[in-house]
């Protein structure tokens, strides 16, 4: 068994593709990183060979379909899927011979711990997990439940789903900085992110009026998204000013999948149940086909990554499934023993003597 690796990206797709969308839920991230670079080689032309992207996928001895794959980009953590730990060592000796340089790996747990393992052994590198995390996947609705309305035993808040639009680019900026900022994510570029994302529905806002005075106004913010404005008559535009209070980003379809990336609530908003209702709301709307980013492509599953220390019990209460564990490690370079220090000679002998007789006191 044995790595294979090119620089072709057809090639890639063809020899792996098979093997990615089989497990689309699992390998989410890699289906994302190939199709970000379909993009750009449609746009820029072919990638000359050398630092840029690699890609590889593991060829078992008995010449069957693949059972692991790779992306490595030097300017992010590799990617890998698989599920046999020694994948991990396998391509780290495989890329240490390339001359490749690895910033960071992000892969099944084991798989993560091996190639880490194996790494820091051969380039003399410090390794520092930066998360671990738990993938869930939602490819169906609760029987008897509306599309964008909270399951059984879960309240959500007032409110709608709206996607961003060009308008929206400055705040929509403003946040993403914010949620690199606190989770310490690397972006390349905020303002460019932004643009993408409101280009082809990828941005997804939970709004709230902002004085809701009667109760008509506040019964306008239902968490049903297709059935919003549908009182009104002004041609499905509100009356009352509305304010986002949460976001939502998602990755373009692939393989019938579609990944939610960024969950951001402003501090001062948080702790009120907005990023949940939205995250539902969005799921449904897009599995129904009535949400943003169905113009792409059919989609039939959601896929979402959260932090390991999230309970599980969150994910089941909006009707996603574990499907399994990934840890993000960090690469960095080894600062070296602590200089000796210089003997400084002998320190000057004082001399004390005798101790001076004190007087008797007189009592």
């Known amino acids: 068994m044995s790595w294979c690796t090119t620089f072709d990206l057809d090639k890639f797709a063809a020899a792996a593709g098979g093997y990615l969308r089989s497990r689309a839920a699992e390998n989410t991230l890699l289906l994302s990183a190939a199709q970000a670079a379909q993009a750009a080689q449609a746009i820029h032309g072919a990638e000359p060979d050398g630092p840029g992207l690699l890609f590889g996928w593991w060829e078992p001895p008995d010449g069957g379909e693949p059972r692991g794959a790779f992306v490595h980009d030097p300017m992010a953590p590799l990617l890998i899927a698989g599920k046999a730990p020694e994948l991990g060592a396998a391509l780290a000796a495989t890329l240490a011979k390339l001359g490749r340089q690895v910033t960071g790996v992000d892969a099944p747990t084991e798989i993560a711990d091996a190639f880490a393992a194996a790494w820091s052994q051969r380039a003399g590198t410090t390794v520092r997990a930066h998360r671990n995390c738990r993938v869930y996947r939602l490819a169906g609705t609760l029987p008897g439940a509306p599309q964008g309305a909270p399951p059984p035993g879960l309240q959500g808040p007032a409110g709608r789903l709206r996607c961003a639009t060009a308008r929206d680019q ?194």
Request: hydrophobic share 40%; glycine share 10%.
């Open 170 to 363: 400055a705040l929509l900026t403003d946040w993403l900085t914010s949620f690199a900022t606190e989770t310490a994510e690397r972006m390349a570029s905020a303002s460019d992110l932004a643009a993408d994302l409101i280009g082809y529905g990828g941005a997804v806002f939970w709004e709230v009026p902002q004085r809701p005075s009667r109760l008509r106004d506040a019964a306008h913010y239902l968490p049903i998204p297709h059935h919003r404005d549908a009182h009104h008559g002004n041609g499905g535009q509100s009356a009352e000013p509305a304010q986002p209070v949460a976001l939502v980003t998602l990755t373009r379809p692939v393989a019938g999948t579609v990944r939610i990336g960024v969950v951001y609530t402003p501090p001062e908003r948080r702790h009120s149940g907005f990023a949940t209702a939205l995250t539902l709301a969005v799921s449904r709307a897009v599995l129904a086909g009535t949400g943003p980013v169905v113009a792409s492509g059919r989609v039939s599953e959601v896929v979402m990554i959260t932090d390991k220390n999230r309970s599980d019990r969150w994910g089941g209460r909006l009707g996603y499934q574990l499907v399994g564990e990934r840890a993000v490690l960090r690469f960095g370079q080894v600062t070296g023993p602590m200089p000796k220090a210089h003997p400084t000679g002998a320190m000057p002998r004082l001399p004390t003597g005798p101790l001076p007789r004190l007087p008797r006191l007189r009592r």
